[in-house]
């Protein structure tokens, strides 16, 4: 090879080997870009939403007398539900601010403590019988305002700035006045707040006070509506795998059929909500709003993922499978219910468990059907008007209290640390049982 062919190949393979690097290089920087846009999406979402899972308690010296809750001692549960607790509460607040008289200035003094405070101070009285009579030290609810104040540490004696929380995080924005920033700053310093792990957030419904706002009603939706989908998706789907991959003859009409079957795995989701608005709602009447009507729409719509794994998972089992069996006189029920069915079991289960996420995720089929509803009660049968945190996620999202993005993004990461258990649970099984021919 003489000197000019040398050096062109040399020169080749350089400009070959920089490309590679350069190439290479993007890749890289590919990756890191996506990894950081990421952790900056679920920072974002963690610094937002964990305030959400605290919440804020203000002590009150709240009498629990017969003249103060206008009840005997010796009353059913349902008389002593009629009891005036807010009246003791209120009477609790004035003791505690003997100083504040005008009517104006009590009603903002009593807006520091949730309005739902009395109905905790009757389950507290329910369970508590023996407090009867006495004055009861009780940490009660904050209003969500206070409680957004005294969660982020703030100094409550300076100055109201005025302005947009996300411009300055630590400015003093608030609708409080400078009346209420005192009496607050007066129970801060006097040892009368607390910041505790947030029972109401996951043992409430919806409400309309965000310091009162839970995701219970919407947890119980989704597992209602996870449980229907299964329940009617999974049998179905892998009967038709296994038809399909294993009985039905090569054909057009066969050919059709798993052309369709592509097909449907890439419509839009809001397609089948507007096919159950139409078939199961208008027409078959079913209850509008309900998990049994979710869970047929999203069963539809999982139908295709899990049959295109399950046919994967399935044409996965080696042939000699097959023909050992055959060959020991095995029939093709046997055969595929005894070896190939087992030994495809993981795949299927993977798949499953992937198409329940994405369901699990979904929001646009159930808002066409109604599960946008504003659900307060927690739903006790897959027939009773439910929502599921997706769509919870989306109503809080469009509240203009601060307090609600607190519980967007925290309602967000409990969404999330679902589907991250699930898919998970989807790479153990298939880690676990899965076999290496």
């Known amino acids: 090879m003489s000197n000019e062919t040398t050096d062109l190949v040399r020169a ?8 590679e690097k350069i190439f290479k290089g993007f890749g890289v920087a590919a990756i890191v870009a996506s990894l950081g846009f990421l952790v900056l999406l679920l920072g974002s979402i963690l610094i937002k939403g964990y305030p959400a899972f605290q919440a804020t308690y203000i002590k009150l010296d709240v009498p629990l007398t017969a003249q103060a809750l206008d009840i005997e001692r010796d009353v059913s549960d349902a008389e002593l539900r009629q009891a005036s607790f807010n009246v003791a ?19 903002k003094l009593y807006s520091l403590w949730s309005s739902g405070a009395e109905y905790s101070l009757a389950d507290y009285l329910q369970n508590n019988r023996e407090s ?33 929380f ?9 609708r409080l006045n400078d009346a209420q920033l005192g009496w607050l700053q007066d129970l801060k310093q006097a040892g009368d707040t607390d ?8 043992e409430n419904g919806n409400s309309r006070e965000a310091e009162q706002a839970g995701i219970r009603a919407a947890l119980i939706g989704s ?9 009617l998706s999974f049998p179905v789907a892998v009967a038709a795998a296994i038809y399909l991959e294993e009985f039905a003859p090569q054909n057009r009409w066969t050919d059709i059929v798993e052309v369709n079957i592509n097909n449907l795995a890439a419509v839009p989701s809001i397609v089948f909500g507007l096919l159950g608005l139409a078939v199961f ?18 069963s539809l719509m999982t139908l295709p993922t899990i049959i295109i794994s399950s046919r994967a998972a399935l044409k996965s089992v080696p042939p000699s499978i097959r023909e050992a069996a055959r060959g020991l006189g095995a029939s093709p029920v046997q055969v595929i219910t005894h070896h190939v069915l087992p030994l495809a079991m993981p795949g299927i289960l993977t798949g499953t468990i992937i198409g ?42 469009d509240a203009p209290e601060r307090a609600f993005t607190e519980r967007t993004s925290g309602a967000i990461l409990v969404l999330l640390a679902f589907l991250i258990v699930m898919n998970l649970t989807a790479v153990i099984l298939r880690k676990r049982f899965e076999r290496r021919w």
């Open 281 to 298: 709602i208008n027409y078959l009447a079913l209850p509008r709003s309900a998990p049994l009507v979710g869970g047929i729409v999203l």
């Open 12 to 19: 080749t393979l350089k400009t070959r080997y920089r490309n």
């Open 356 to 397: 329940l996420a994405q369901a699990l995720g979904e929001t646009a089929p159930l808002l066409m059907i109604g599960m946008v509803a504003f659900i307060v009660d927690i739903p006790q049968s897959v027939t009773d008007p439910s929502t599921v945190l997706p769509v919870q996620v989306f109503l809080w999202a």
């Open 89 to 107: 509460i209120r009477t609790a607040i004035r003791d505690r601010f003997p100083d504040v008289t005008k009517r104006g200035d009590l009603r």
């Open 223 to 231: 597992a209602y509506v996870l449980l229907i989908t299964f329940v």
């Open 166 to 174: 996300k411009d300055d995080p630590d400015a003093l924005v608030t």
């Open 132 to 164: 009867f009579g006495e004055t009861v030290p009780l940490w009660i609810l904050a209003d969500d305002e206070a409680d957004a104040l005294i969660k982020r540490n703030l100094d409550l004696t300076q100055p109201i700035k005025r302005g947009k």
């Open 195 to 202: 910041v505790r792990w947030s029972k109401t957030f996951f």
